[in-house]
Protein backbone atom coordinates (compact mmCIF):
# COMPACT_ATOMS: atom_id res chain seq x y z
CA UNK A 1 0.00 0.00 0.00
CA UNK A 2 1.49 3.72 -0.95
CA UNK A 3 1.92 6.31 1.45
CA UNK A 4 -1.13 7.96 -0.09
CA UNK A 5 -3.41 5.26 0.13
CA UNK A 6 -2.53 5.67 4.15
CA UNK A 7 -3.61 9.10 3.82
CA UNK A 8 -7.33 8.35 5.05
CA UNK A 9 -6.16 6.15 7.49
CA UNK A 10 -5.06 8.59 10.29
CA UNK A 11 -4.63 12.51 11.11
CA UNK A 12 -1.43 13.39 9.97
CA UNK A 13 -0.01 16.91 10.86
CA UNK A 14 -1.36 19.46 8.34
CA UNK A 15 2.04 20.94 7.21
CA UNK A 16 4.02 21.76 3.85
CA UNK A 17 6.33 18.64 4.27
CA UNK A 18 3.26 16.12 4.47
CA UNK A 19 0.93 18.09 2.30
CA UNK A 20 3.72 18.73 -0.52
CA UNK A 21 4.54 15.05 -0.49
CA UNK A 22 0.69 14.57 -1.84
CA UNK A 23 0.66 13.24 -5.48
CA UNK A 24 -1.65 15.06 -8.35
CA UNK A 25 -5.20 13.55 -7.27
CA UNK A 26 -8.83 14.35 -6.95
CA UNK A 27 -10.43 13.90 -3.50
CA UNK A 28 -11.33 15.22 -0.03
CA UNK A 29 -9.50 16.71 2.62
CA UNK A 30 -10.71 16.90 6.57
CA UNK A 31 -8.94 19.75 8.21
CA UNK A 32 -9.14 19.48 12.17
CA UNK A 33 -7.52 21.33 14.97
CA UNK A 34 -5.37 20.16 18.26
CA UNK A 35 -8.05 17.90 19.37
CA UNK A 36 -9.18 16.66 15.88
CA UNK A 37 -12.04 18.15 15.77
CA UNK A 38 -12.97 18.52 12.40
CA UNK A 39 -13.05 22.66 11.52
CA UNK A 40 -12.92 21.86 7.41
CA UNK A 41 -14.34 19.70 4.85
CA UNK A 42 -12.86 20.64 1.72
CA UNK A 43 -12.77 19.19 -2.10
CA UNK A 44 -10.48 19.58 -5.06
CA UNK A 45 -8.90 18.39 -8.16
CA UNK A 46 -5.11 18.80 -6.85
CA UNK A 47 -5.07 18.01 -2.98
CA UNK A 48 -1.48 18.92 -2.82
CA UNK A 49 -1.70 22.43 -4.85
CA UNK A 50 -5.10 23.30 -2.71
CA UNK A 51 -3.57 22.44 0.71
CA UNK A 52 -0.23 23.85 0.35
CA UNK A 53 -2.82 27.07 -0.67
CA UNK A 54 -4.49 27.02 2.10
CA UNK A 55 -1.12 26.55 4.50
CA UNK A 56 0.51 29.80 3.21
CA UNK A 57 -3.20 31.77 3.38
CA UNK A 58 -4.44 34.32 5.87
CA UNK A 59 -7.95 33.05 6.66
CA UNK A 60 -7.92 32.75 10.72
CA UNK A 61 -10.46 29.78 11.01
CA UNK A 62 -8.28 27.52 8.84
CA UNK A 63 -5.50 28.46 10.72
CA UNK A 64 -6.11 26.79 13.46
CA UNK A 65 -5.94 23.68 11.33
CA UNK A 66 -3.39 21.13 13.14
CA UNK A 67 -4.06 17.83 11.44
CA UNK A 68 -5.63 16.69 8.23
CA UNK A 69 -7.07 13.21 6.34
CA UNK A 70 -7.19 12.61 2.77
CA UNK A 71 -9.74 10.67 0.99
CA UNK A 72 -8.74 9.74 -3.19
CA UNK A 73 -12.31 10.32 -4.83
CA UNK A 74 -12.35 10.57 -8.48
CA UNK A 75 -15.73 12.67 -7.59
CA UNK A 76 -14.44 15.02 -5.12
CA UNK A 77 -17.69 16.94 -5.09
CA UNK A 78 -19.93 13.50 -4.07
CA UNK A 79 -17.46 12.77 -1.18
CA UNK A 80 -17.26 16.17 0.51
CA UNK A 81 -21.04 15.89 0.61
CA UNK A 82 -20.85 12.21 2.02
CA UNK A 83 -18.62 13.88 4.56
CA UNK A 84 -21.19 16.60 5.36
CA UNK A 85 -24.39 14.52 5.65
CA UNK A 86 -21.91 11.99 8.35
CA UNK A 87 -20.64 15.15 10.28
CA UNK A 88 -24.18 17.01 10.47
CA UNK A 89 -25.73 12.93 11.75
CA UNK A 90 -23.17 13.17 14.57
CA UNK A 91 -23.19 17.12 15.53
CA UNK A 92 -27.63 18.24 15.49
CA UNK A 93 -27.31 19.38 12.63
CA UNK A 94 -24.51 21.65 12.25
CA UNK A 95 -21.57 21.89 9.93
CA UNK A 96 -17.46 22.47 10.39
CA UNK A 97 -17.12 25.81 12.56
CA UNK A 98 -14.71 27.10 9.45
CA UNK A 99 -17.23 25.87 6.21
CA UNK A 100 -19.31 28.44 5.22
CA UNK A 101 -21.79 25.99 3.17
CA UNK A 102 -22.92 22.89 3.47
CA UNK A 103 -22.20 21.04 0.53
CA UNK A 104 -24.34 18.25 1.33
CA UNK A 105 -27.53 19.51 -0.26
CA UNK A 106 -25.50 18.82 -3.41
CA UNK A 107 -25.54 15.18 -2.76
Known amino acids: MSEVEQFGDDWLPFDEKKAAKLPIVAGTFLLADRNREIIYIGFGSNLSKLLMEMLKGANYCLSRAVF ?10 RGAANFFTIYKETHSGIIPRC ?5 SVNR
Open 68 to 77: FQVHINPDPL
Open 99 to 103: NKYDL
